[in-house]
């Protein structure tokens, strides 16, 4: 891993990253609270198919938030999304998690880190990865939020509904096209190496598992096991009404206020 950029001569609100992960530069924003030099900081990661904005501006939207509360933030492209090195093609949920915890290890390694106060933040597919990272670095990530987070069984059904849906074109190398992205066959294979709710399992800090209830991508009992899993260690809040990416003002509003509140408590 190689670290290529983190520029602080002059101390800047929002600015660019970069990082070197298996050869390929990642590429990410980091956002700083005003008044201070160390911080709480958030690691937020994206879901399948999206990037570090992720739908509505979102995740830009929350950064800034948090860091208006004091709290530092940084958030990637994972390879093959993006604006960062690689094609979607070769994408696995193991690779994944390897950028996720390298990304964790650079933030942590950061001046401007309290290295006893870092959250992880996921939604969809990166809230799965981020409860394997939680649950892999227990004593690196005091505070995790999950956002609609799938888990393997739900990735897996996905992929298959993907393999069977007939408009689906397929390549001579058996590459499935969504929507204009090629996914690779062995992103199913990969998948049967994990499972998430015993790797979460070993996460020892706060969780907060957020989920609308009219999630149209991942059920809404897909939440209630990973609080069940959790246990004393989780709070849960289920949004009325809500689809998979809190698509509405309202809903994202909500989602903003309990994720705000939990990670000023926690961090």
């Known amino acids: 891993m190689k670290v290529i950029t983190v520029q602080r001569a002059v101390k800047k609100l929002q600015q660019a990253m970069e990082l070197e992960v ?13 008044e201070g030099d160390r911080f709480p900081t958030v690691v937020m990661l994206h879901g399948f198919t999206g990037h570090k ?11 800034r ?8 933030v940084a958030r990637f492209d994972f390879s093959g999304s993006g604006e960062s090195d690689g094609d979607f093609e070769d994408m696995t949920f193991s690779g994944e998690v390897r950028e996720a915890e390298a990304i964790l290890s650079h933030v942590r390694s950061l001046p401007t880190t309290d290295p006893r106060r870092i959250g992880l933040l996921g939604l969809s597919m990166g809230g799965a990865v981020a409860s394997v990272v939680a649950g892999r670095n227990p004593h690196d990530v005091k505070a995790l ?4 987070a799938a888990d ?4 897996k059904a996905i992929f298959q509904a993907k393999k069977a849906d007939g408009a689906a074109f397929c390549d001579e190398r058996g ?13 199913y294979d990969d998948l049967t190496r994990w499972d998430t709710y015993d790797e ?5 800090g706060r969780a907060l598992i957020v989920h609308g209830r009219e999630d149209e991508t991942v059920p809404v009992a897909t939440a209630h096991r990973y609080y069940e899993v959790l246990g004393e260690r989780a709070e849960s809040v289920i949004i009325e009404g809500a689809d998979h990416t809190y698509n509405r003002h309202d809903w994202e509003k909500t989602l903003f206020e309990e994720t705000s509140r ?6």
């Open 200 to 204: 979460i399992a070993k996460f020892q």
């Open 22 to 34: 298996g050869g390929k530069i990642l590429r990410g924003m980091f956002h700083a609270p005003e």
């Open 65 to 72: 938030l948090l860091s208006g509360s004091g709290i530092a």
């Open 53 to 63: 904005l992720e739908p509505h501006r979102m995740y830009v939207k929350f950064s």
């Open 152 to 155: 393997i069984e739900i990735m």
């Open 145 to 148: 939020v999950l956002w609609s």
């Open 175 to 187: 590459f499935y096209d969504i929507g204009g992205l090629w996914l690779n066959p062995g992103f």
């Open 262 to 267: 939990f990670l000023v408590a926690k961090l």
